[in-house]
């Protein structure tokens, strides 16, 4: 099992659509979790961390379940902006102390008119 | 503004050749990285420095080298020994601290391919 996991996709939805993705992660001790969106051919750019009590910013809400695993992203009105590709990060601790990001291959969406 | 700048955009290694790549932050962050991206692939690190004058190897080091003289700046050598250079490569810096609770952030990359 990858320690890391999304549904690549692509979600293809309207404008407006509700459109939600999850990513799953195999290491329980797990304890910080981000998204990002990138762009075709572009930096990936921080989208929002994921708090334990949820969070959400403007149109966009993310969640933590720790018990089953995995964090999700919502969005909510879809805009042809939001068109990108969504990446899943978790960090933790490695067996050296050292902290170590995990990336997801990442969950495509496109927006149509 | 404060950011993480990459150069150069784009860069062409003859068979051989050693090319070093340019990350420069003015975020005053104390943690750089570098990743490479292949299509289809994840994000996969190379190299990590937390503080200057002291990095370490990601999971892909072999065939890079780095240096960390200066805290505003990290730069990848691909040498040689790299026998498939071609990649979107990404330094991205963060603050560092054991909450575990700081995102990094990206430069625009460098694509680099072979001639």
């Known amino acids: 099992r990858k320690e890391v996991e999304q549904d690549p996709g692509p979600f293809n939805v309207p404008e407006g659509a509700t459109v939600a993705f999850n990513c799953t992660y195999s290491n329980s001790a797990s304890q910080s979790f981000f998204w990002y969106r990138q762009d075709c051919r572009k930096e990936p750019k921080l989208l929002m961390s994921?708090?334990?009590?949820?969070n959400e910013d403007g149109r966009f809400t993310a969640q933590l379940n720790r018990a089953s695993q995995y964090i999700s992203l919502l969005i909510r009105d879809s805009k042809l902006s939001d068109s990108a590709t969504y990446l899943c990060v978790v960090t933790a601790f490695n067996a050296g102390n050292n902290r170590k990001l995990i990336w997801g291959l990442g969950t495509s969406l496109a927006v149509n008119p | 503004d404060g950011g993480i700048t990459q150069s150069p955009k784009y860069l062409f290694r003859k068979e051989g050749q050693n090319v070093t790549l340019s990350c420069e932050q003015n975020?005053?962050?104390?943690?750089m990285y570098w990743y490479r991206q292949d299509p289809g692939q994840g994000l996969r690190l190379i190299y990590y420095?937390?503080?200057?004058?002291?990095?370490q190897k990601g999971d892909i080091a072999e065939g890079y080298s780095v240096s960390r003289e200066k805290k505003e700046s990290f730069p990848l050598t691909v040498t040689s020994a790299q026998k498939n250079p071609t990649a979107f490569y990404l330094c991205a810096s963060s603050t560092y601290s054991n909450t575990l609770n700081q995102p990094q952030h990206f430069g625009d990359g460098t694509r680099l391919s072979i001639l």
């Open positions: 420095s937390q503080i200057v004058n002291d990095f």
């Open positions: 975020l005053n962050h104390d943690a």
């Open positions: 994921v708090y334990s009590s949820g």
